[in-house]
């Protein structure tokens, strides 16, 4: 099977066993047995891409002549919380990312910080769960790099990003917690090479719209993989106990936690 066949079974796969959930059949993608199928689905598709492509194998790269002329963004464009336009004001000099839950050594990094770490750039393709795909090039500090500075503890299996952008609408910060946006990934796609706490993209600073001041690119998982705004990472072994128990807030509301391409 060529490179080609392997990523268009895979992501075949990955539509198929998402369809019901996603294209409306809501009443009946939420009985038991169809999301016992979506869920063995969803395991299948993260095993099948791992045998064929290999637990670390790079997401394809581009030339900086197929970068688009505009990166197209995806999900919230400019949280509207006052904590958050205040740091737009201040242009993120304060802004922290914290790491903490089950490590040995919890970090606060400011963006100052993470550009004194070694970094990576790539060019690739953003895919959208909603059809449109579109060319950028990153740069920021390999997540890998954070997690060993942590020391994740034994027990730890994911990373969850906890980011600042409020999914209801708001014009102050009186959301709750469990209204911002969250997405997780497990230890195998946070150790990457190409998983990123990216802060530029095309050599310029994050825009807002993009996610600044900091986003996750995780090249070989779909767009709502990749969290935007990131205030803070904590290791867990489950989450059960955050959100609606599945991973990540639209996989709370039906999507498959497994976004692979």
């Known amino acids: 099977m060529s490179d080609?066949?392997?990523r268009n079974f895979l992501r075949s796969a990955t539509l198929t066993a998402g369809a019901l959930t996603l294209a409306g059949c809501r009443s009946l993608s939420?009985?038991?047995?169809?999301?016992?199928?979506?869920?063995?689905?969803?395991?299948?598709?993260?095993?099948?891409?791992?045998?064929?492509?290999g637990t670390h194998t790079l997401a394809k790269e581009y030339a900086k002549s197929d970068i688009a002329p505009v990166f197209r963004a995806n999900g919230t464009l400019?949280?509207?919380?006052?904590?958050?336009?205040?740091h737009v004001r201040d242009g993120f000099v304060d802004w922290e990312v914290k790491v903490e839950g089950l490590v040995e050594h919890p970090l606060t990094l400011s963006?100052?910080?993470?550009?004194?770490?070694?970094?990576?750039?790539q060019i690739t393709r953003h895919d959208c769960v909603e059809g449109w795909s579109c060319i950028g090039e990153w740069t920021g500090a390999p997540l890998k790099l954070v997690l060993a500075m942590a020391r994740p503890k034994p027990n730890a299996r994911y990373c969850v990003f906890y980011c600042a952008?409020?999914?209801?609408?708001?014009?102050?910060?009186?959301v709750a917690d469990d209204d911002f946006y969250y997405e997780s990934h497990d230890l195998l796609e946070c150790t990457h090479p190409q998983t990123l706490l990216a802060y530029?993209?095309?050599?310029?600073?994050?825009?807002?719209?993009?996610?600044?001041?900091?986003r996750l690119r995780a090249e070989r998982q779909l767009?709502?993989?990749?969290?935007?705004?990131?205030?803070?990472?904590?290791?867990?072994e489950s989450f059960a106990h955050i959100g609606g128990g599945k991973g990540g807030y639209w996989e709370d509301?039906?999507?498959n936690w497994y976004g692979g391409i």
Do not use: H
């Open 78 to 86: 400019n949280p509207p919380t006052d904590d958050y336009q205040q």
């Open 4 to 6: 080609a066949s392997r």
């Open 253 to 255: 509301r039906g999507y």
């Open 165 to 174: 952008d409020p999914m209801t609408d708001t014009d102050n910060d009186g």
């Open 111 to 121: 963006i100052a910080d993470l550009r004194k770490l070694p970094s990576r750039t």
């Open 30 to 53: 939420q009985t038991q047995w169809v999301q016992d199928v979506l869920y063995t689905a969803e395991g299948l598709t993260r095993r099948v891409q791992r045998l064929f492509a």
């Open 200 to 214: 530029q993209l095309n050599g310029k600073p994050l825009p807002v719209a993009n996610g600044a001041p900091v």
């Open 223 to 236: 767009g709502y993989k990749q969290a935007k705004y990131i205030e803070r990472i904590e290791l867990v």
